[in-house]
């Protein structure tokens, strides 16, 4: 990769964290104190689960862009993006997630899904909790996994 071709994946990759750490703010804002008869905040707390997942598969997609974005079957196009980015594709680029932030993530995209198709059910705390704490616990993992990754590319 020519150095200004890593200079600008570098600022969309930050962009992005920026992004994703406003997100995170929401959460800690919005779980302070959280009880599970608050429906109204736990429906809030779901719907930025939604949207950190969403930022991070943003993240993801940003790094397929620059080296392959190629996925051939669209219908599980999510778990095969995710999967891809555990992996490295020698001369081409490092693994972009380690396994932890990959299992954290995994899960956190089993309850997008079920948040995206939940028309008529409430949020239960029970099922949230969880999920928050995930949600809460992948930022610190995803930053040192783009640092390590900016580190290899040099090597690629």
């Known amino acids: 990769m020519d150095t200004n071709t890593l200079i600008i994946l570098k600022s969309d990759l ?23 008869d608050d429906l109204i905040r736990l429906e809030s707390i779901a719907y930025q689960i939604h949207n950190l997942y969403n930022a991070m598969e943003d993240l993801l ?4 862009t620059y080296f392959e974005n190629n996925i051939s079957d669209t ?8 999967q891809r980015m555990t992996q490295e594709i020698p001369e081409i680029r490092p693994a972009f997630l380690s396994a932890e932030t990959y299992s954290i993530l995994n899960s956190l995209r089993g309850f997008r899904h079920f948040f995206r198709h939940a028309y008529n059910t409430n949020i239960e705390y029970e099922q949230l909790e969880p999920n928050l704490t995930k949600s809460l616990k992948i930022l610190p993992s995803l930053q040192s996994d783009i640092s390590i990754f900016v580190a290899k590319l040099a090597d690629f």
Do not use: F, G, H, Y
Request: hydrophobic content about 40%; cysteine-free; charged content about 25%.
């Open 14 to 36: 930050n962009a992005q964290m920026d992004l994703i750490n406003n997100i995170t703010n929401k959460l800690k804002e919005r779980s302070q104190n959280l009880r599970s």
């Open 61 to 64: 997609k940003i790094v397929a």
């Open 75 to 82: 219908s599980k196009w999510p778990s095969l993006l995710l």
